[in-house]
């Protein structure tokens, strides 16, 4: 075996992609000192796509003042590469749910303000292209914060202007883009999320989200009305339906409130990481790939990391073994084409040990070495 490519994703509340990759790369080296080792970092558009593109991409990492769902300043950082033409943002970073102590969640009250800032401070330092993760949020304002930062207003039936908050969603009655930032119009955005909802709907980022963020079934009721209203007055002033559109509801309507007014295009998570690091141009030279994540059941094969980690392995006929926290439906992976889907732990244990980063990597360096070991028995 002279090439194994490493592409884990988190393992979410333990531990990172970069400290599970190192640990699996530990153990081939051990039993395996003359393979080559590449290691991809891995996320699908929520927390640590920024952080997955900007180690991969070595970009030089800019801080700007913003301000944060509740409108307090915050400093925030944001990665800039392809010598200074393009940003990479990740939206939780201004408008993340870790930002909000859990009893003050309230996506009727939030806006994702702060992230619009933070695209016109890499306008400001003369980027034209965006790739944002919009994963992780506490808003559900269909990105009009983001654009009122740009330079957008958003009034009501008596041409006040309104809050971006998820509440006001409901009374807008009027867009006027007259203002916004004239540098926009020679920029393109890709907008990388992991969902594929509508914008409202009972699978609506309202419906489906908005809970999580501290939402009450009225709230709920509520901000999925504003979301109806909201894509309603779009239609009437844009020409465009984003009612429907796959990815349209995630982070609180953000992906699809975007596309109308900016040169945006809404694309899967892990297919703009793996595009971006030009994962398949390396598999194609490679005899197996090692991905993994926190839990494997059936929704790994549905457009998460691990699906599209997968698809090359299958165009590229190289086999992928995943490895997990936790495995549900192993027939299920087995038949979405993984070579194997392996539990890392060693012995039943409680969920809190489970999470402890240490015994996590522990397991996934003695779990990767069992598995080359075997390896080696029949490729010598």
Do not use: W
């Amino acid at each position: 075996m002279k090439k194994i490519v490493l592409a884990f994703d988190s393992f979410k509340g333990s531990v990172g992609s970069f400290e599970i990759a190192k640990a699996a790369e530990k153990a081939i080296q051990e039993e395996l000192p003359d393979c080559q080792i590449i290691r991809f970092p891995i996320a699908d558009g929520g927390e640590g796509t920024t952080e997955a593109l900007c180690s991969a991409l070595h970009a030089q990492t800019v801080s700007c003042r913003v301000h944060d769902p509740f409108m307090k300043p915050i400093e925030v950082s944001y990665g800039i590469v392809n010598n200074g033409a393009m940003a990479i943002i990740e939206m939780a970073s201004a408008c993340g749910l870790p930002l909000i102590d859990s009893n003050r969640r309230n996506p009727m009250k939030t806006t994702t303000y702060g992230v619009g800032e933070m695209v016109a401070d890499a306008l400001k330092r003369g980027c034209r292209e965006f790739i944002i993760g919009i994963g992780g949020s506490a808003t559900n304002d269909a990105g009009i914060g983001l654009l009122k930062a740009l330079g957008a207003r958003f009034l009501d039936s008596g041409n006040g202007e309104l809050e971006p908050v998820g509440e006001n969603l409901i009374k807008v009655h009027q867009i006027d883009i007259s203002q916004l930032n004239p540098a926009l119009k020679d920029s393109k955005f890709m907008i990388a999320c992991d969902v594929s909802n509508p914008f409202f709907g009972e699978e609506g980022a309202a419906y489906v989200y908005a809970p999580q963020k501290g939402a009450n079934s009225l709230q709920v009721i509520e901000l999925d009305n504003g979301l109806r209203h909201y894509a309603q007055v779009i239609k009437e002033y844009t020409n465009m339906d984003i009612s429907q559109l796959p990815g349209a509801g995630a982070a609180g309507g953000m992906g699809g409130g975007l596309l109308p007014f900016l040169n945006a295009e809404l694309q899967s998570g892990i297919e703009v990481i793996l595009k971006t690091l030009r994962f398949e141009e390396v598999v194609r030279q490679a005899d197996l790939i090692l991905t993994g994540e926190g839990k494997l059941d059936r929704q790994t094969g549905m457009g998460k990391a691990l699906d599209g980690i997968l698809r090359v392995g299958e165009k590229c006929q190289v086999p992928v073994i995943a490895f997990g926290g936790a495995v549900e439906a192993t027939e299920a992976l087995n038949r979405m084409g993984f070579t194997a889907v392996l539990p890392i732990q060693p012995f039943p244990v409680t969920l809190e040990e489970a999470m402890q980063p240490e015994f996590t990597k522990e397991n996934i360096e003695r779990t990767v070495r069992q598995v080359v070991r075997i390896i080696k028995q029949f490729t010598k």
